[in-house]
Nanobody, 118 residues
Framework: QVQLVESGGGLVQAGGSLRVSCAAS????????MGWYRQAPGRQRELVAT???????NYADSVKGRFTISRDTDKNTVYLQMNSLKPEDTAVYYC????????????WGQGTQVTVSS
């Protein structure tokens, strides 16, 4: 089982920046895919960005050019740098990890609230 702990959410004005962090309980090289997802009130959870164990990145179209996913392998931590934030980015942001053979195992963090005021 992989435990994930997020931090760094908060309130920011539109156009501002925020960085959220996700610390994993074991080496992120052993985790096939780590990613950030978000869920706004009344909406389904959606993918924001992912990074594989080899470092390949993928982004949702809505955040391309504004958000950057990165990692610190020494700290087993994945970050999401969010720039040019919009009110529609307001959501609970969750860190997720896919691991095990065939990525059949999955863990979620507890979530961190990001609120963007207009």
């Amino acid at each position: 089982q992989v435990q994930l702990v997020e931090s760094g959410g908060g309130l920011v004005q539109a156009g501002g920046s925020l960085r959220v962090s996700c610390a994993a309980s074991r080496s992120i090289f052993s985790i096939n895919v780590m990613g950030w997802y978000r869920q706004a009130p009344g909406r389904q959870r959606e993918l924001v960005a992912t990074i594989t164990s080899s470092g390949s990145r993928n982004y949702a179209d809505s955040v391309k050019g504004r958000f950057t996913i990165s990692r610190d392998t020494d700290k087993n931590t994945v970050y999401l740098q969010m720039n040019s934030l919009k009110p529609e980015d307001t959501a609970v942001y969750y860190c997720g990890a896919d691991y095990g053979i065939g990525s059949r195992l999955h863990s979620w963090g507890q979530g961190t609230q990001v609120t963007v005021s207009s």
